[in-house]
């Protein structure tokens, strides 16, 4: 069975409807907890023999905190891109490949929090992993770092009005989203339950972003559901025919 190594950085950053599918699809996830493992470099694979694809997940730190492993993560990542390895990263996920590859990280003005409007590119219109995704649409977000520029040579695929790469796509199977696509409902409500700062400097309560949720999750799912299925179907092909 392929296996995949998936970095996790904190109890409620989880693979969600991403992990499910992948593992509908015949991959084996091998979760490394980083945040559990906070001496230098330990969790992370000493090499990548028998790895198949990494995904970054998201989780509350930034890059350029004084984590041991974040400069060992993001020499794992860089490792596994240079290898022709799918990579995949969500939130703080798509940061630390953004770092990793070249590309600038820095604190937004205010966070973005909640259920925000993510328009597609007009290079991400043709993009093979942005198949059955609507050009507008509304997805959930809760960062506030934010890549201010993607690396040499990405194409960017989709951007928000507070945040202009929402996901871009380096080389051929290195793809990383600043939105959540991998959080199902009860996820969304566990990031909001240390949020009250950031809804507060948002403008905005608890109480309003989880009705907001209620309105917007069901179609969001739908588009989430394509982004994880597309994930699973093109970027790791022919490693997912093989582990089934």
């Known amino acids: 069975m392929a296996t995949l190594i998936v970095f996790q950085h904190s109890p409620r950053g989880g693979p969600g409807r991403l992990g499910v599918t992948l593992r509908d699809h015949g991959f084996k996830l091998d979760i490394r907890r980083l945040d559990l493992n906070r001496e230098l470099g330990k969790g992370i694979p000493p090499d990548y023999d028998n790895v198949h694809g990494v995904i970054s997940l998201g989780g509350p730190q930034n890059v350029g905190d004084p984590e041991p492993w974040i400069n060992h993560e993001i020499a794992y990542l860089k490792g596994a891109h240079d290898r022709g390895l799918p990579v995949i990263g969500i939130c703080l ?25 993510v328009s597609v590119t007009i ?17 959930f977000q809760t960062h506030g770092q934010e890549v201010t520029k993607a690396p040499p040579g990405a194409l960017v695929l989709a951007g928000s009005a507070a945040c202009t ?22 996820a969304i409500s566990n990031y909001y339950s240390d949020s009250h700062d950031w809804a507060k400097a948002t403008g905005t309560t608890i109480g309003a972003l989880e009705k907001q949720a209620d309105v917007e999750y069901n179609r969001a799912a739908v588009i989430a559901d394509r982004l994880c299925t597309n994930i699973a179907t093109y970027c790791f092909p022919s490693v997912g025919l093989a582990g089934v």
């Open 93 to 117: 996920g798509h940061q630390l490949i953004a770092k990793a590859l070249g590309g600038d990280v820095a604190a937004m003005p205010k966070p973005e929090l909640g259920f925000t409007r």
């Open 123 to 139: 290079p991400g219109q043709t993009e093979t992993m942005m198949a059955g995704v609507p050009w507008d649409f509304m997805a």
């Open 165 to 186: 790469v929402q996901a871009f796509r380096a080389g051929v199977r290195t793809y990383a989203f600043q939105f959540h696509l991998e959080a199902d409902r009860p």
